[in-house]
């Protein structure tokens, strides 16, 4: 049994967020999870620059990814195919064929046919989509693989933008519909997977028939929108108005999921993460798992799988029988998925070879992570013959005469032993003399005839000898509450006042304080009390302070002393947030949104019920449901602060 499933990640990284993925973080535990043997994924959300060894050197798996090429943090599709099942033979990405396969200028279209997957659409067809053929494919939208039995797509359609970009999505929707009916001229089949950002019908989205009310539309007029009309077309059962387009008389797709569960209703898999609508099942079915209607019959199980957290969209798979019925012939499933030889009656006959094996378009074969199969191998690498005879040289070179003595320390470290590995510098520049310097020393300019004093920073500047250096910035919270000092020796030192003549002579000295002397003392009188000697030992301080050193002494005790406490009052009640209003049904805290639509109220904030919007998509009163509570931030007057 092979099962292929299909997945919107809205961001490769993103389900790890979330259980069971959290614990692992490993997409190699993901995929056994899924138990899946192809997994699409769609919304990367990344481009090449950002591709990591987690993603792409997963143990056991290839994978081909399509990213956007000029887009940051915009769709992106990754194929994973597990080794010891699968193999493709071959790999591209785009539905049009215009881009290049990985170190080529010919495009896919202009390939041999026996080196392509083929089914392009010709230039009339092409002609005929409204958008630019290299701009359609250089969003990241599409892989393509194909193996001996089937061509899978992966593919993550265009959403509606409010009808910013109708013309491209029906361009990209009308592309694939050309590709996969040309594919079934050539006699291949086809598995398309992915997010395809349109609903079948009513039952595919949850509350149809209000929506059409309200946007008043008839019946007729939801199934005539143009991506939906043609989606129903292209499968099996669809519901159309009217007679087929011209080059679509009949269908060729098989929705497995639906056929496997026709009259099941609220099979969803996309709920809108900004309405919390999926505790409530608030959704709508847009991503699937279509073959080819020649093979509906190879598949045992199609399903979703809602119960599975990490995206506003859930997984969709759809599992193989092992022996299926292959134009007359029973075959194992296994030996139509890898090249001929590799499997025979489902037994495999030689082991998987990347160097046979790999397509181009492989990530793993991308050049930042080709011939290395994990992180390690970047640290283990051994330096070449000629970088260890130029590393023995530099190391038997004599030492510099004019070297300047050293410190027991620094001989220390001057003679430590020198490690295997060489830098990259060593390797392109030419030996030089070993220089008996430390590594934190630097060596004096040989040009300059004496060296130049070192330059004095702020920490360095102490007292008279300069051998204590002060500490820099403040180092505690008593230091806040103390005034600075000047002494004699301070370069901060104010200029001297004529002396006073009605001051006395009686008054007895004391020795001149730095500031970092007055703040040590600080601490160390913090430091030295219990909690509740601290404050009396502060203000202590402050009024032994001279006069002479502190221009502030003039003014009583009282005035210099700032309660803690209050002020901590104060600064809160200046910058803590309005608490939030509270619901009118559940009188539970609100959340806050931001108007997007286009009008008067763009990008004002509103609250809301923070409760998750119920099965009919409408705010209800007295029920477990979001309720109808709405409040304009600026209509908000909240209570102070609670402290």
């Not at 049994?1 to 979330?18: Q, S």
């Not at 007729?220 to 679509?248: C, H, M, T, W």
């Not at 300019?445 to 004093?453: F, I, L, T, Y």
Request: proline share 9%.
């Amino acid at each position: 049994m092979v099962r292929i499933t299909t997945w919107n990640v809205n961001g490769i990284r993103n389900p790890f967020g979330y259980q069971p993925w959290r614990e692992s973080r490993s997409y190699s535990t993901m995929f056994d999870i899924l138990e899946a043997d192809i997994v699409v994924m769609q919304e990367l959300k990344i481009q090449r620059k950002d591709l990591g060894d987690d993603m792409v050197l997963v143990d056991g798996w290839d994978c081909y990814f399509s990213l956007p090429k000029h887009k940051k943090g915009y769709s992106g599709v990754a194929i994973y195919t597990r080794q010891a099942v699968c193999a493709p033979i071959r790999a591209e990405e785009g539905l049009l064929g215009v881009l290049c396969p990985p170190g080529s200028s010919t495009p896919y279209r202009a390939l041999p046919e026996d080196a392509c997957i083929g089914g392009y659409p010709s230039a009339a067809q092409v002609a005929d989509l409204g958008v630019d053929a290299a701009s359609l494919d250089a969003e990241g939208r599409c892989v393509v693989l194909e193996f001996p039995a089937f061509v899978v797509f992966g593919v993550y359609s265009p959403a509606n933008s409010n009808g910013q970009r109708d013309d491209f999505r029906s361009g990209f929707i009308t592309a694939l519909d050309t590709r996969i009916r040309n594919l079934e001229k050539l006699g291949k089949r086809v598995i398309l997977t992915g997010d395809l950002n349109v609903s079948r019908e009513e039952m595919d989205t949850a509350r149809a028939e209000e929506q059409m009310q309200n946007e008043g539309i008839t019946r007729e007029d939801y199934f005539a929108s143009p991506n939906r009309r043609l989606f129903n077309q292209l499968v099996y059962n669809g519901k159309i108005y009217g007679e087929r387009d011209e080059g679509r008389e009949k269908p060729v797709l098989w929705d497995l999921c639906r056929e496997f569960h026709p009259d099941r209703e609220g099979m969803y898999t996309h709920w809108e993460q900004k309405i919390n609508a999926r505790p409530g099942n608030f959704g709508s079915r847009i991503d699937y798992v279509l073959c080819s209607i020649e093979m509906k019959d190879w598949f045992a199980e199609s399903n979703i799988q809602e119960g599975l957290m990490g995206s506003d969209h859930c997984p969709v798979y759809a599992s193989t029988k092992d022996v299926v019925d292959c134009r007359g012939e029973q075959v194992h499933m296994l030996d139509l998925l890898s090249p001929p030889g590799v499997f025979k009656d489902g037994k495999r006959l030689r082991p998987y070879s990347p160097a046979k094996d790999m397509r181009p378009l492989s990530g793993r074969l991308l050049p930042e992570f080709d011939k290395r199969r994990s992180i390690k191998d970047m640290f283990t690498r051994k330096p070449s013959l000629s970088a260890s005879k130029s590393t023995s040289n530099s190391l038997a070179a004599p030492q510099d005469a004019t070297a300047p003595e050293l410190s027991p320390a620094s001989n220390k470290r001057a003679t430590a032993p020198v490690q295997d590995s060489v830098s990259t510098e060593s390797l392109s520049q030419p030996a030089a003399p070993a220089s008996p310097l430390g590594a934190s020393q630097k060596r004096p300019a040989a040009a300059s005839p004496a060296a130049r004093p070192p330059k004095r920073s702020k920490a360095s500047t102490g007292g008279p000898s300069g051998s204590q250096s002060s500490v820099k910035g403040q180092q505690s919270l008593m230091g806040f509450f103390t005034p600075k000092a000047y002494g004699n020796n301070s370069p901060k030192q104010p200029a001297k006042q004529p002396a006073n003549p009605l001051s006395t002579a009686a008054e007895p000295p004391i020795p001149d304080a730095s500031p970092s002397s007055t703040q040590d003392a600080a601490e160390a009188s913090v430091a030295n009390a219990s909690p509740s000697s601290t404050q009396d030992a502060a203000e202590a301080l402050i009024a032994n302070t001279s006069p002479s050193s502190t221009p502030t002494s003039s003014m009583p005790t009282s005035s210099v002393f700032i309660d803690p406490q209050a002020t901590k009052e104060l600064w809160t009640m200046l910058f803590s947030k309005k608490p939030p209003p509270r619901c009118e049904s559940h009188n539970e805290p609100c959340i806050s949104f931001k108007t997007k639509k286009a009008g008067m109220n763009a990008g004002r904030q509103f609250w809301t019920c923070s409760r998750p919007i119920g099965p009919t998509g409408q705010k209800e009163s007295g029920t477990q449901w979001r309720c109808g509570t709405f409040i304009w931030a600026s209509d908000w007057n909240g209570p102070a602060a609670e402290r």
